[in-house]
């Protein structure tokens, strides 16, 4: 079904725009991607996760634990986690024994 959209309004209600509802999906159904990237970080090595599909809370744990596992800082930008330094293979680990069916992607 396709939704109006509204050019002109001067009164009256404002449709609020709907934000689809994120899903957590459980580990097995998930294949997240890991890769170290430097673009845009002045040279510094950071380990990059992407494809997790989770709420912000359950990604903000995640983090948490990896960035115990590692022993280094993170953050959580765009649904994307970032753990500083090279940690593919302790990260790639990790996710494995979670249950998730992870892989390293690039070089």
């Known amino acids: 079904m396709a939704r109006k959209?509204?050019?002109?309004?001067?009164?009256?209600?404002?449709?609020?725009?709907?934000?689809?509802?994120?899903?957590?999906?459980?580990?097995?159904?998930?294949?997240?991607?890991?890769?170290?990237?430097?673009?845009?970080?002045?040279?510094?090595?950071?380990?990059?996760?992407?494809?997790?599909?989770?709420?912000?809370?359950?990604?903000?744990?995640?983090?948490?634990?990896l960035k115990n596992k590692c022993g280094s800082g993170g953050t959580l930008k765009d649904n994307t986690l970032e753990i500083q330094g090279d940690q593919r293979q302790p990260i790639l680990a990790f996710l494995l024994d979670q249950g998730y069916k992870a892989k390293i992607s690039g070089g």
């Open 5 to 65: 959209k509204v050019v002109y309004q001067e009164f009256g209600n404002t449709v609020p725009d709907e934000t689809p509802e994120i899903v957590d999906l459980p580990p097995q159904q998930q294949s997240p991607r890991i890769q170290a990237s430097r673009s845009g970080r002045k040279g510094k090595t950071v380990t990059v996760i992407t494809g997790l599909q989770h709420s912000p809370e359950t990604l903000q744990k995640l983090l948490k634990q």
